[in-house]
């Protein structure tokens, strides 16, 4: 491959990558195709290409062209390319799961929203109640509340000291 026809390919397989990552698929797609013929598809770079085209046949819907390309790829000398061919194979042909109803959101249509009045491109909230005011705890009466001592603190401490003991008298003696 000459220089020229190295840097028209990298031109074009730059661009196709960046259409696909802004949602452009069908730009993606001219723009990979046209990666393809600068390139040897047989090589590494050239079955690269080939997968982010059918990524990009994949995203613009057309599963058709995308599952041949794909089954193509699966007898691409380079082996990398064969095994990233089979796996999104098997992803295209992945059966689709029906999502329930509750999971989804609605978006609404927009055709109908006039463009004749500034007012319309724009929803204005009016407080239909009084703005919440931040949460303020109650004030503890302090004659309710239980000073008296449960000793906890004390038997904790005894505990601890009984437990620290037995290791240590079982650590210092010789087991014969």
């Not at 819907?61 to 995308?66: K, L, W, Y």
């Not at 929803?123 to 449960?150: A, C, M």
Request: glycine letters at 6%.
């Amino acid at each position: 491959m000459s220089l020229e026809s190295q840097e028209a390919f990298q031109k074009q397989y730059q661009a196709g990558k960046q259409a696909f990552e802004r949602g452009q698929y069908r730009a993606s797609i001219e723009r990979l195709k046209a990666a393809c013929e600068l390139t040897i598809t047989s090589s590494r770079l050239g079955g690269e290409t080939q997968l982010w085209l059918v990524t990009a046949y994949q995203a613009a819907g057309e599963s058709a062209d995308a599952i041949a390309l794909c089954e193509s790829l699966l007898q691409h000398p380079h082996s990398a390319t064969r095994q990233q061919a089979k796996r999104l194979l098997e992803i295209i042909k992945a059966p689709i799961l029906k999502r329930p109803k509750e999971w989804m959101t609605e978006i609404p249509d927009l055709k109908n929203l006039s463009d004749s009045s500034r007012e319309d491109r724009f929803i204005r909230s009016k407080p239909t109640q009084e703005p919440k005011k931040k949460y303020q705890p109650e004030p503890v009466d302090l004659t309710q509340v239980d000073t008296k001592d449960n000793h906890f603190t004390g038997i904790a401490l005894v505990a601890i000291l009984l437990i620290l003991g037995g290791l240590w008298l079982f650590s210092a003696r010789p087991w014969g």
